[in-house]
């Protein structure tokens, strides 16, 4: 193993994502389980750049859940010692040629096992990975190409993209990444569920009412919506972060925790998915507000926005799984910008002999599961309960699992655990193309229609809870949203 190393070049290293994710996990990574000896960190990008400017930005980007550790300064010197720069173009294969001859120093003949991180704009990919296959390992080691969405807008330049990709990468050296495959409390979902007698059982529709999958963030696009605008939260946020929560919460056991077994149940699920039909979506705008005195801007204030936008940043939609497991069980999802906190959630209704007793008439003898992914990961069981006293009152409370309190170690970043897996080959938390493919089918048709049709977003206010259509779309499925809280 100490013959053989390991480089990871972040093509795109001026980039945000590159500053705020990439950068500070290779670092947690390199404090807590590092294991190759030999290492090596590549910025590429455009601008110019010395090594030692790159360090000096690196440097200040390793503000992360690490940097309070002792002798955490001399980790980051010798993890700094391990960064280089390549400037260059990324259509340019001469310059992947000359990074490809630093490579190779670095290397100094071990075995090179190579991990490209693509954190580039979508209109420069196809380019950028051919020239990564020019600079491919070569002899026996490995070279794998982490991508990042937007995995195209639609099935046709999805398609398109996995076309191209593989003319240049087999799919087993491709790594789609979804973050939120990464994150600590989706990653428990699957033990939570096959690891508990209790819950499998209850796991399908005989049991459960609905499915309610939940993201709010409480800023709006601010700064990005150039990009944010060409896709609109029904691609930025449902197609792939909610309905991959989805399919894992969805799927029927696979045969092992093996990437392939796990990555055929979600496909089968998602496959059995009716596309998303118009009437079961409502799309949301947010508008300025003034709330204490401040003034929050509307989306299409934001200056990378184009005048009188269209684009959904919120959007509500309801999801059916046509299997024996979930006929009929509505899979409500609701995402939003300029709201507030996250949620996912499944509730059911099992028959109660208590009824006549709750103090409110809603949602009576319903149990609810909540799995809450951030902030402030939690799993809170919510059980009828009497309330104590000589009459017979009962109420709802929790039984809950807070992270905070229950475990002193912090949460790994999502991108931790999605690098360590990348590097150690371990595919089951990146998008096959298959479910890439099966989830741009239910989302292609009505994203069309509300394009073609200009559809008119409902506007809310900037800080609110969405505008009032994602009520009425859930009361149609006999739903009252779990995040009123
Ligand atoms: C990204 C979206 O994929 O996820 C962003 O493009 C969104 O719009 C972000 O803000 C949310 O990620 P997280 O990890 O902060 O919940």
């Not at 991959?244 to 796990?262: G, H, R």
């Not at 003034?290 to 926005?305: E, L, M, S």
């Amino acid at each position: 193993k100490d013959e053989s190393t390991v480089s990871i070049t972040v093509v795109g290293a001026s980039g945000d994502l590159a500053k705020k994710k990439i950068f500070p996990a290779l670092f947690a990574l390199y404090y807590e389980v590092i294991w190759w000896q030999h290492f090596t960190i590549f910025g590429y990008a455009r601008s110019k750049m010395t090594d030692a400017e790159l360090r000096n930005m690196v440097s200040k980007t390793l503000a992360c859940r690490i940097d309070k550790r002792e002798n955490c300064g001399e980790k980051i010197d010798q993890f700094l010692k391990r960064c280089f720069y390549h400037s260059g173009q990324y259509d340019s294969q001469e310059n992947f040629a000359e990074l490809d001859k630093k490579l190779k120093e670095q290397e100094g003949g071990r075995v090179s096992n190579r991990l490209f991180y693509l954190s580039i704009p979508p209109n420069i990919f196809i380019d950028a990975v051919k020239c990564t296959s020019s600079s491919a390992s070569s002899g026996i080691g490995w070279t794998r190409v982490i991508v990042e969405k937007p995995f195209g807008r639609d099935s046709d330049s999805s398609a398109a993209l996995t076309k191209a990709l593989k003319q240049y990468l087999e799919e087993d050296q491709i790594f789609r990444i979804d973050h939120y495959l990464g994150k600590e409390l989706v990653e428990n979902l699957s033990v939570l569920r096959f690891s508990n007698l209790i819950f499998e059982p209850l796991w399908s529709r005989q049991y459960i009412r609905n499915v309610q999958l939940i993201f709010s963030e409480d800023f709006g696009t601010e700064g990005r919506g150039g990009y944010f605008d060409n896709y609109g939260i029904l691609r930025d946020i449902m197609q792939n972060h909610l309905l991959q929560i989805l399919a894992l919460f969805a799927m029927e056991t696979p045969v092992s925790l093996d990437a392939e077994d796990i990555r055929n149940e979600k496909v089968k699920v998602l496959r059995s998915m009716r596309p998303l039909q118009l009437e079961d979506v409502v799309v949301g705008q947010y508008k300025s507000h003034t709330k204490g005195g401040v003034a929050y801007p509307a989306y299409i204030d934001d200056n990378t926005v184009p005048k009188g936008s269209l684009t959904p940043t919120f959007a509500a939609a309801a999801l059916f799984i046509d299997n024996a497991r979930w006929d009929g069980v509505p899979f409500l999802m609701k995402a939003g910008k300029a709201l507030h906190k996250k949620r996912v959630q499944f509730r059911h209704v099992p028959g109660n002999l208590y009824n006549q007793n709750f103090e409110t008439d809603l949602d009576q003898a319903t149990n609810e599961l909540i799995i809450r992914v951030q902030p402030d990961e939690a799993i809170d069981l919510k059980i009828n309960n009497k309330v104590p006293g000589l009459g017979m009152r009962l109420d709802h409370s929790n039984l809950n699992l807070h992270y905070a309190a229950r475990y002193s170690k912090e949460i790994p970043d999502a991108y931790e655990r999605l690098l360590l897996d990348a590097i150690e080959g371990e595919r089951r938390l990146f998008i096959r193309s298959d479910e890439l493919d099966a989830a741009w089918a239910l989302f292609t048709p009505v994203l069309k229609e509300l394009e073609e049709k200009n559809i008119i977003p409902e506007y809310y206010p900037y800080g609110s809870r969405g505008p009032v259509g994602a009520h009425y779309l859930a009361a149609r499925y006999n739903v009252r949203w779990g995040d009123l809280g």
